[in-house]
């Protein structure tokens, strides 16, 4: 069976100990870099490897050019509940394997097309409402968003137990951003990680993916000709698309 979006913790656990499927926890509180690899060294699914942002899912930071967490070329919870077994020792694979990633270059953008392509898409910020109206800014030097951008924060895609909202709720949060159906859609938040999130709920409520600017805020003010705005903007939607 082809999972095209999430997987429910019954859906996943029969396949626990198969050797044809790898579980990865990928944990991570920013500012904290250590937390993530702790708490699974306290308890994981079983079987499953650790991958850390920045040491495994994170290119070269190029100071001065690139966002904090570059390409590289509360799921547990749920589990729990589910009354499924956890374990507390580090995992390896069973056998060693050739993982080839197949990318879509097409789903990701960057800097230039953001810019360019200004009367044809929809920007999406990610981060929380303080962060972009540059009222709370503690990880980037500089606060604020890009010009024209919504405000959609990805803690609005999930319910208090921390599942994703249906996809009739989710679509009720994008439909906010009143696009057209030629206009792309381009997600971005602090370094491209919480954007990712909103990718993922975009792709479940309308079964297609939006674009990932994947550089995001970090990288958007290391040029200082690119605009930054303060305040609401055109973000009329900030406060009430979380959910």
């Known amino acids: 069976m082809r999972y095209g979006t999430i997987i429910q913790p019954a859906e996943a656990a029969p396949w626990l100990g198969n050797p044809d499927w790898l579980f990865v926890d990928c944990r991570y509180t920013l500012g904290q870099s250590g937390s993530g690899r702790n708490s699974y060294l306290q308890e994981h699914i079983p079987g499953a490897v650790y991958a850390d942002l920045e040491e495994d899912l ?7 050019r690139t966002g904090r967490h570059p390409l590289p070329r509360k799921a547990k919870s749920a589990w729990k509940k589910a009354g499924l077994p956890t374990d507390d020792r580090p995992s390896r694979p069973p056998h060693e394997t050739q993982f080839e990633a197949t990318f879509r270059d097409d789903l990701v953008t960057d800097s230039a097309e953001v810019l360019r392509n ?18 709370s800014e503690k990880i980037d030097p500089i606060g604020g968003h890009i010009p024209g951008a919504y405000s959609l924060p990805f803690s609005g895609n999930l319910t208090d137990d921390g599942a994703f909202r249906s996809p009739g709720e989710l679509r009720d949060r994008f439909e906010r951003l009143k696009r057209n159906s030629d206009t792309d859609v381009i ?9 990712a999130h909103n990718v993922l709920a975009f792709a479940i409520a ?15 003010i ?15 939607t900030a406060e009430d698309s979380v959910l």
């Open 58 to 64: 994170s290119g070269p930071v190029e100071p001065g």
């Open 187 to 195: 997600i971005y938040c602090g370094s491209g990680v919480t954007a």
């Open 118 to 135: 200004s009367d044809k898409r929809v920007l999406v910020d990610s981060r929380a409402t303080d962060r972009y109206r540059g009222e």
């Open 206 to 220: 309308y079964s297609e993916m939006p674009k990932l600017y994947a550089g995001s805020w970090s990288e958007w």
């Open 222 to 236: 290391t040029d200082s000709k690119r605009g930054i705005a303060r305040g609401d903007n055109r973000a009329g």
